[in-house]
C-alpha cells in the first residue's frame, strides 16, 4: 500500500459529519479530511473514541445513536451551529454482528437491528443533512456531498451470506443513487462508496470466529489482501471534494477488482 497522507487541500473551511469516527473506516476518513482541511464532525455512539477522534483532529464530538431521528438532527444542527455550514457528510456507521448470517438462521430481531443501523441510519442523516445543504446552495450557489457506505456485497452475491448486511447495503446503493438524480441540480451530489473487505475491528472480529470464511474470502480478493481503512478514506475524500464535481448517483467500487474478477492470479 503507498502512503495515503494527503498531498493537497480540498476540503479547506468546508464541515465534514462523519458516523462511526471512533473507529476503523470512520477514524482513518476523519483523519484524511481533517488533513485536507475540512472541519471535522466526529460522531459516534461510542462516547470514548469519538471523543478521541474530535480531539486529536482538533474537531468536534457529538454522541448519537444513528437509529434515532431526534438525535439524528440534533448532529447536523451542531454541525451546522458550530462551523456554519455542512458541505459533506459521510454515513459510515453500521453493524455486521455474527447472528447474521443465513437466511435460514438469522432472526427476525437480527434482520431487524441490522437493518436499523446500516439502513435506517442513512436514511435518516440523509434526510436531516439535505435541508442544510439546499439552503446552502440557494445562498451561495453551493451544496454539498453525501457518500454513503454500501458495500461490494451490493453489487454482487455471496454463498458467504450475512443476509440483513447485504440486503441493507443494497438498500443504501439504490437509495443513494435515487438521491443523487433527485437534488443533483440543487449542487447536491449523493454517492454509494462500495467497498470490499477492509482490515477494520468490525471485519477482524467477524473473521476471527472464522477463519474459514476469512479465507474463503480472501482467495477472491485480485490483489491478494484486504484494504486497508486510510484506502477507503482517501476514495472518501475525492468523493468529498470538487475533484469528484461529475461524480453523481455512483456506486464508487474500492474493491480491489473483486466485483471484476472471473479467476483470481495463482
Excluded at 453489487?155 to 443513494?176: D, E, F, H, P, R
Excluded at 462508496?193 to 472480529?205: A, D, M, S
Aim: proline share 4%; aromatic share 6%; hydrophobic share 40%.
Amino acid at each position: 500500500m503507498t502512503d495515503q497522507t494527503a498531498v493537497c487541500r480540498r476540503l479547506v473551511g468546508r464541515t465534514a459529519v462523519i458516523t462511526g469516527a471512533g473507529s476503523g473506516i470512520g477514524l482513518a476518513t476523519a483523519r484524511r479530511l481533517a488533513s485536507e482541511g475540512a472541519n471535522v464532525v466526529c460522531a459516534d455512539i461510542d462516547e470514548t473514541a469519538g471523543k478521541a477522534a474530535a480531539e486529536e483532529l482538533g474537531g468536534t464530538f457529538v454522541q448519537v445513536d444513528v437509529t434515532d431521528s431526534e438525535q439524528v438532527e440534533a448532529l447536523y444542527k451542531t454541525a451546522f451551529d458550530t462551523y456554519g455550514s455542512v458541505d459533506v457528510t459521510f454515513n459510515n456507521a453500521g453493524i455486521s454482528p455474527p447472528d447474521d448470517d443465513s437466511i435460514l438462521t438469522t432472526g427476525l430481531d437480527a434482520w431487524k437491528r441490522v437493518q436499523e443501523v446500516n439502513l435506517t441510519s442513512v436514511y435518516l442523516c440523509c434526510k436531516h443533512a439535505l435541508p442544510y445543504m439546499q439552503s446552502q446552495f440557494q445562498r451561495t450557489g453551493r451544496g454539498g456531498s453525501i457518500i454513503n457506505t454500501a458495500s461490494f456485497v451490493a453489487v454482487m452475491g455471496a454463498a458467504t451470506s450475512q443476509i440483513s448486511y447485504t440486503a441493507s447495503k443494497g438498500g443504501v446503493l439504490a437509495m443513494s443513487r435515487e438521491l443523487g438524480v433527485q437534488f443533483a441540480r440543487e449542487g447536491i451530489r449523493v454517492n454509494a462508496l462500495c467497498p470490499g473487505p477492509v482490515n477494520t475491528p468490525l471485519l477482524k472480529e467477524l473473521f476471527a470466529k472464522d477463519p474459514e470464511r476469512a479465507a474463503r474470502r480472501l482467495v477472491h480478493v485480485p490483489v491478494g489482501r484486504f484494504a486497508e481503512p486510510e484506502e477507503i478514506a482517501a476514495a472518501v475524500a475525492f468523493l468529498a471534494s470538487d475533484d469528484s464535481s461529475f461524480v453523481n448517483a455512483a456506486e464508487f467500487l474500492v474493491d480491489g477488482g473483486i466485483a471484476g474478477a472471473y479467476v483470481t492470479p495463482l
